[in-house]
């Protein structure tokens, strides 16, 4: 079932190098290495994060769960979920040695490689269309090729990833061109909402950061909202603080922290 789901994205994106020209593995090799630098305060996060996905699953229907953006399953309770349902599927635009390696020994566990934004490739065609013209259509003509039909699944995560589509994407198009904030926050809303409606209802969990917090050394704060949907405003979320980056290597004399929610749709 699962490979039927998502066939039409592994065709599409057979070749690599469109997802390495967009920074798609250079991002989640960065991860890596920033989690290795930062384990004392992202550990924190991934534990409540493994956690409330655990919660969430227990009283689902136990036959399929799916599990986007699984990237190196360091905030997925793989083995929980594995004892739980009949089959698990992690999707992510690549699955490291160390994933396959655990998904070889879990049995019952399968790997889809794909863009589970919809969004990669026609944000490609248009910045490969454009990138020399004096003039260009607005980011909103931007549309997914599909959304993946996930109604088949009986639990499905959104995993720390949904406002990572939409920034890896405005990063690829400022290469190219200069939109104006207006342009850029109405484009994020559109993939974020995208993801979100795609979501089946009663079955789903989304954890995600919804505000970025820098501090400097001197003691200014700044705040940039990252989350542009109604779901933010959710009271029913679980809320915490991800200590993201202490060693001022995201971003040149700043401290990052993310505000981070998580909520059963």
Known sequence: MGSDVFSMFGALFSGRRIFRR???????????RRYRRERQGWDEHLQHTRRFITAAAQNKRRQSAIVLGSGWLLDVPLQELSGMFDRVTLTDVRHPRTVKRQAAKSGNVELLACDI?????????????????????PLDVICPDAA???????????CNVLTQLDILLIDYLRLFFLPDEEEI?????KVQQTHIEMLPQHRSCLIT????RTLTPGGEEQCMTLLYHPVALRIDAQRWKWIFDT??????????????MAVEI
């Open 148 to 158: 993946p039909d996930l109604s088949a699944y009986d639990f499905v995560v959104s």
């Open 209 to 212: 950061d919804t505000t970025e």
């Open 22 to 32: 967009m920074g798609y593995y250079g991002d989640q090799s960065g991860i890596l």
């Open 117 to 137: 934004s919809g969004f990669a490739l026609p944000v490609y065609r248009y910045a490969q269309k454009y990138r020399n013209k004096r003039q260009r259509p």
């Open 247 to 260: 060693g001022m290597t995201y971003y040149p004399d700043k401290k990052t922290i993310l505000e981070v």
């Open 185 to 189: 926050i109405a484009f994020r809303k």
